[in-house]
């Protein structure tokens, strides 16, 4: 079967960073994923990764390893807005069009 | 800028009852998606639309299930005969391509509360 672990939950202060980290175990790989999903609203893409390395937008960058099946979501000068779950995805190569998400990083970011 | 839309946000039923939810997917995207989420829980990936036909679907889609694309701007996800267990937020997806940079961009979501 597919496996992606995360952290259940997370919590840092304003300003600081924050890493998440996920591992994954699935059939085939294809590329990891990143989405934020406040609560009740819809997720919403942050990043992808196909190959190793670190991917940066703005505050947020991703980084991957493909050799450890590991990747993780770095979160710089954390703001309250910040605060939602963080979900990783992976494609898996055998499966174009299907993903398989991780169970969910709920960050917590404090004053 | 674009966005997906769905319809009704909120929809009860009795179990056993069938529901239609509706989804309008970005209008120059190729590929459509439907995932549910149980409270609390992670995100399911439930199948993927192309060219008018299932490409991918999982475990989860069973016979109860089905997807349509009626006219060129909708995309609805029948569900047959409710149960108690298919009660979460089903969200809709669009993307423009299917390879492997693609971005899914997401609906809002209907809640299915089912009684």
């Known amino acids: 079967g597919q496996s992606l672990e995360q952290p259940s939950e997370v919590t840092a202060v304003e300003g600081a960073i924050v890493q998440i980290n996920c591992t994954y175990q699935t059939s085939g790989f294809y590329g990891l994923s990143w989405y934020q999903q406040h609560d009740g609203g819809a997720p919403t893409f942050l990043s992808y990764?196909?190959?190793?390395g670190l991917e940066e937008t703005g505050r947020f960058s991703s980084f991957l390893s493909r050799s450890d099946s590991y990747g993780y979501l770095l979160l710089q000068e954390l703001q309250m807005k910040d605060s939602a779950s963080y979900f990783c995805a992976v494609k898996t190569e055998d499966n174009f069009n299907k993903f398989y998400f991780g169970s969910g990083t709920k960050l917590n970011v404090k004053p | 800028e674009p966005e997906v839309t769905q319809t009704p946000s909120h929809q009860v039923t009795q179990m056993g009852q069938e529901v239609i939810l509706r989804c309008v997917p970005i209008?120059?995207?190729?590929?459509f998606y439907w995932y549910r989420q149980i409270l609390g829980q992670k995100v399911e990936f439930l199948v993927s639309?192309?060219?008018?036909?299932?490409?991918?679907k999982s475990e989860i889609f069973d016979d109860q299930f089905s997807v349509e694309r009626p006219d060129g701007s909708n995309f609805t996800l029948k569900i047959r005969s409710t149960k108690l267990e298919d009660s979460a937020m089903y969200f809709c997806a669009s993307s423009k391509q299917g390879g492997n940079t693609d971005t899914q961009y997401f609906g809002p979501g209907t809640r299915l509360t089912v009684l």
């Open positions: 990764n196909a190959l190793d």
């Open positions: 639309f192309y060219n008018n036909e299932i490409s991918e």
């Open positions: 209008s120059n995207h190729l590929y």
